[in-house]
């Protein structure tokens, strides 16, 4: 069979466009995007599409790239076919946006494939993955413990990107090239095994084909499509049932938790990953954030973070909240001074903080208050100056009561799984030295425990408005 035949194949199999379409054909100058060219060429030919242009990214990242596009260029002007140069200072994004340099490309290159289609008036996007990229998907993803919607690959249609070559090899893709006596560009960070992708392409694959033939690829390649097949039907029995489950509110979304809880697993997982996705649209959502919500929704955990938000367990409500984006200044630049006795209005978080002087061995017995894990506690700081009530600085450290050491505050805070987007949020009590006397729900300083002998300070956090 013709490779054009494989393509009208594919077409026809997953409906990847109608007759008579024109497509954004996606080049990067590798051999796989230029055989797509040549191949969606030979279709344009007998007027089963129409190519409306090429489009080439710059993604400014190798010593190669302006050689890429000059490539893609000369191609263009050879074939007579419309060309548009994106160019991205793709590592400056991923730096501004805190992505890997990978995932930072890819974003650029679709936002730029969208700017074309848009332009011309394209019915869909081309890409060139072809059955080897299925299959390293795969792999990557069964190593990541992905379900079945991750380990259905790469799939043929998502959203406006078409992936006509999916059925085609790599080396058939690069043989037919040949056989035009055309030519092609090659990425040299292919050749990179510390990438895992190129890892399970250059070391685990050729393993596998030497230990079960070169069918193997073909066979996983067909296990990823009965796992999308499988993934699809459950995604949309998940997404029927979230009709009834999720509501939305203000920020987030609100789900019934008994009545989810009642739903199989693979239904409840679905609906908390699509919870998520919606919420957090262009967030890169995985398996353990997933699981994080399950602990939440099953009571193991009392609230999860998740990234741009967190779930939280309200009675018979599982809450998913969008973080708000605070101003720079608005929680982490705060002191005030707390006088003895006197009081502490933090206005950022909404709660006062008040300082009342006991007289010797007052109160010593209560541990809770000694020990200063509540909204009260018991400190000793007798000649010590005045005290302050701050934001939590890089650095803080404390000395937890029976550990005979001393801890960042951090380390506190992720040990008692206090989201971080709350962390900012909690006051610190520290001395004329600066030194961390009392962290309000948390701990007190074995340094300042109360003695028998001590005049002790009690201190007490009252919440405002429900902010703290």
């Known amino acids: 069979m013709l490779l054009s035949d494989y393509v009208r194949r594919s077409v026809a199999r997953s409906a990847l466009w109608s007759p ?11 051999a796989d995007s230029v055989a797509l060219t040549f191949l969606l060429r030979e279709l344009a030919t007998s007027g089963e599409l129409a190519i409306a242009a090429l489009a080439h990214v710059n993604h400014r990242l190798r010593a190669t790239a302006d050689r890429d596009e000059r490539f893609c260029r000369d191609l263009a002007a050879r074939l007579g076919l419309p060309l548009q140069v994106g160019t991205r200072e793709v590592a400056a994004l991923a730096a501004a946006e805190r992505l890997s340099v990978e995932d930072a490309a890819r974003r650029a290159r679709y936002g730029f494939l969208d700017e074309v289609m848009a332009e011309t008036g394209a019915d869909c996007i081309a890409v060139g993955h072809t059955l080897d990229d299925q299959v390293e998907t795969f792999v990557l993803k069964v190593v990541r413990g992905a379900g079945l919607t991750g380990l259905g690959g790469i799939y043929p249609v998502r959203g406006r990107v078409v992936r006509p070559l999916l059925e085609l090899s790599h080396s058939a893709l690069r043989d037919y090239l040949v056989g035009l006596q055309e030519t092609w560009v090659e990425d040299e960070t292919n050749g990179d095994i510390s990438n895992p992708r190129n890892r399970v392409r250059h070391v685990v694959l050729p393993q596998l084909d030497q230990a079960f033939g070169p069918a193997a690829r073909r066979r996983i390649a067909q296990a990823a499509a009965f796992a999308r097949e499988d993934g699809r039907l459950l995604d949309e029995l998940a997404q029927a049932r979230a009709a009834d489950l999720v509501r939305e509110v203000a920020n987030g979304v609100e789900l019934d938790a008994t009545r989810v809880q009642d739903e199989p697993q693979p239904i409840v997982r ?18 353990h954030h997933v699981e994080a919500a399950l602990d939440v929704l099953t009571g193991r955990r009392a609230a999860a973070e998740v990234p741009g938000g967190r779930w939280e367990l309200h009675g018979r409500k599982l809450v998913l909240m969008e973080q708000p984006v605070a101003a720079p200044d608005e929680v982490r630049c705060f002191s005030y001074t707390l006088p003895i006795p006197g009081l502490a ?33 018991l400190v000793a700081v007798t000649g010590r100056g005045p005290l302050r009530v701050r934001s939590r600085q890089p650095g803080d450290r404390i000395s937890p009561p029976g550990l005979g050491g001393r801890k960042k505050l951090q380390d506190l805070f992720v040990d008692a799984r206090l989201p971080r987007v709350d962390r900012d949020r909690v006051p610190v009590v520290v001395d004329a030295r600066d030194q961390v006397v009392w962290v309000p ?22 919440r405002l408005g429900g902010k703290a």
């Open 441 to 462: 729900g948390h701990t007190v300083s074995a340094d300042f425990q109360a003695k028998r002998e001590d005049a002790v300070i009690l201190l007490k956090l009252t």
């Open 345 to 377: 209005h933090i206005h950022e978080v909404g709660c006062l903080i008040e300082a009342v002087a006991l007289g010797t061995d007052q109160m010593l017995d209560d541990m809770t208050l000694r020990h200063g894990r509540g909204d009260a506690a």
């Open 20 to 30: 008579g379409s024109r497509l954004v054909v996606g080049v990067s100058g590798g």
């Open 270 to 287: 679905r609906i908390l990953l699509n919870a998520m996705r919606a919420v957090f649209a262009g967030k890169q959502i995985g398996s």
